[in-house]
Nanobody
Framework: VQLQASGGGLVQAGGSLRLSCAAS????????MGWYRQAPGKQRELVATITTITSSGSTNYADSVKGRFTIYRENAKNTVSLQMNSLKPEDTAVYYCNADVWQAGTISYRNYWGRGTQVTVSS
């Protein structure tokens, strides 16, 4: 199973970016998907997650991004995206995709991480 993230870059404060992550491999099912970030000198932290409990997904956001970021997924494509609006310099970090995936030939969900994508917000 691989998680391929894309969409990072450099943006001015107040701008927007959209991150996308596609899961590939012999996937039976995906439960939760989400985004985490790690700024220099800081621990990795949760940004947003979404599950498939309902058709629209149950979402969870860090307080620091509520009202500015929106996470959504396309179950048929095994993708999760993060729309980031009103970006602030403190949003600068490496963003990582994460997913709980049931891979064919296994008996349970396992947690996977994608390679990070850099988001830099200039003031």
């Amino acid at each position: 199973v691989q998680l391929q993230a894309s969409g990072g870059g450099l943006v001015q404060a107040g701008g927007s970016l959209r991150l996308s992550c596609a899961a590939s491999g012999s996937i039976v099912s995906i439960n939760a998907m989400g985004w985490y970030r790690q700024a220099p000198g800081k621990q990795r932290e949760l940004v947003a997650t979404i599950t498939t409990i309902t058709s629209s997904g149950s979402t969870n956001y860090a307080d620091s991004v509520k009202g500015r970021f929106t996470i959504y997924r396309e179950n048929a494509k095994n993708t999760v995206s993060l729309q980031m609006n009103s970006l602030k310099p403190e949003d600068t970090a490496v963003y990582y995709c994460n997913a709980d995936v049931w891979q064919a030939g296994t008996i349970s969900y396992r947690n996977y991480w994608g390679r990070g994508t850099q988001v830099t917000v200039s003031s």
